[in-house]
């Protein structure tokens, strides 16, 4: 039987405000335990909540990002249910009117563009979060958390495989880091996805039941919970069984999915408009000042990338995944008299792969745009070769000194002189006749063997474009 998997993607994005979204409690992540869950978080009697501001603006920006429709007047409800750390026995989310209607996303898989719809995106507050860890046969809550804004942003089910709905994962992060709406980071749960799957024979127009895996917080545990989910229905399916609807937790540690809870249904949750909070107005002079506050966003970047510098798909979408790791980009452009080849292939090649090695993002870089800069207008004046180079930026990945200082102390400068280089090349020439009898009897392969030795005695400095030459012209067979 031949099957197609129908995925949906629900998003919970953690917004970059310095206070909760009903609370003036601090967001930072780290403190103690239950240090920044106030009265308002916790729902108190006699409390009230009062709207952030500024997670309703994030909310707005995010949805003029995807071309979505921005609600005009939306309203808070209730979401009730019990989980030890969700300390009000409720939470404050948005149902029937989000702030933000349908939008997409486009995405890339295999050279081709596919449009994910976006339903909604509505801001709610987090639960807390329980610990297991630290704790024998016992659970911990910490409710800090708790009151955090929240923009879940839920997908229609558009997507056909594990690999497209991380390519759509990874664009929504990249998009949200981009907007400066969230710090993105997964592993202080501040980005994290409930995946929802389903299959169906290719033959079936109706959606098969689905089966929800909650907070998943990497892009690797969403391909691989995915993929275990797709194969355990499809087994399931063939096997004469059904799929039950129900919430599901993926296991990292066996790569499986194992069920928590049967799924609740909106009506299980009894939502009711919150009485404590207004609705929301949207004016369309608001809409229009955040549209001006809008950075140049990925797919744009990208475009113009590949258009102002001449680069391929690939190295415009590395350069652009993030926006710090672009500006530095451009910034290197501007410092280095337009280098663009070089600045390309340096930056994707050699400074992102010490900075993975490291486990370093572009802003914590140990060499500032101005050094590297330095660093490609010694390679394309001559000064230094190519493989020079790769000395010299170690050094200034480890030291504060500039390229020019790390050439002149270490005496890096390249042999350009043509007299020096042609006096070695015939030394050489003089001493190795046998090798020149296999050159000259066209075993072209020895010709490696004299750049080589050219290069061991001036210990790499030589002009490797000029050696090449010196030696073709002194070996004409």
Known sequence: MEWETV????????????????????????????????????????????????????AVKFGLAI???????????????????????YQISQFELPIVGNGHLDIEVDG?????????????????????????????????????????????????SAKEAVAYMRKLHELVRYLGVCDGNMQEGSFRCDANVSVRLKSQQEFGTRAEIKNINSFKFVEKAINYEIERQIDLLEGGGKVVQETRLYDANKDE??????????????????????????????????KTELPELPDAKKARFIEQY????????????????????????????????????WISGDLIGALNKAGLEVTQCPIDHGRLAG??????????????????????????????????????????????????????IANNPAQVEQYLGGKDKVFGFFVGQVMKETQGKANPGEVNKMLKEKLKR
């Open 7 to 58: 995925i949906g993607l629900e998003i919970h994005a953690q917004l970059a405000t310095k206070s909760k979204i009903f609370s003036a409690a601090s967001t930072a992540y780290g403190a103690e335990p239950n240090t920044q869950a106030c009265a308002v978080d916790l729902g108190l009697p006699g409390v009230l909540p009062v709207l952030n501001r500024e997670a309703v603006r994030m």
């Open 67 to 89: 071309d979505a429709e921005i609600a005009p007047y939306s309203i808070f409800a209730r979401k009730n249910y019990f989980y030890p750390d969700l300390p009000k026995g």
């Open 112 to 160: 081709m563009t596919k449009r994910i719809g976006v339903t909604r995106a509505h801001l709610e507050e987090d639960a807390g979060k329980s610990l297991h860890e630290d704790f024998h046969g016992l659970t911990g809550i910490d409710l800090n958390r708790a009151g955090t804004p929240l923009l879940e942003i839920v997908s229609e089910p558009d997507m056909r």
């Open 257 to 290: 999915t194992r069920s928590m809870r049967s799924k609740e249904e909106a009506n299980d949750y009894r939502y009711f408009p919150d009485p404590d909070l207004l609705p929301v107005h949207i004016e369309e002079s608001l809409k229009d000042q955040i």
């Open 310 to 345: 001449g680069m391929d798909n690939e190295s415009a979408a590395t350069l652009t995944s993030s926006r710090e790791l672009a500006d530095y980009y451009e910034a290197v452009m501007k410092e280095s008299g337009g280098e663009a080849k070089l600045s390309t292939n």
């Open 375 to 428: 660093l490609l207008k010694r390679i394309a004046d001559n000064t230094i070769s190519g493989k020079i180079a790769k000395q010299v930026f170690d050094e200034l990945w480890n030291s504060e000194a500039s390229a020019d200082e790390i050439i002149e102390a270490k005496g890096l400068k390249q042999i350009t002189d043509s007299g020096a280089i042609e006096t070695i090349i015939d030394t050489i």
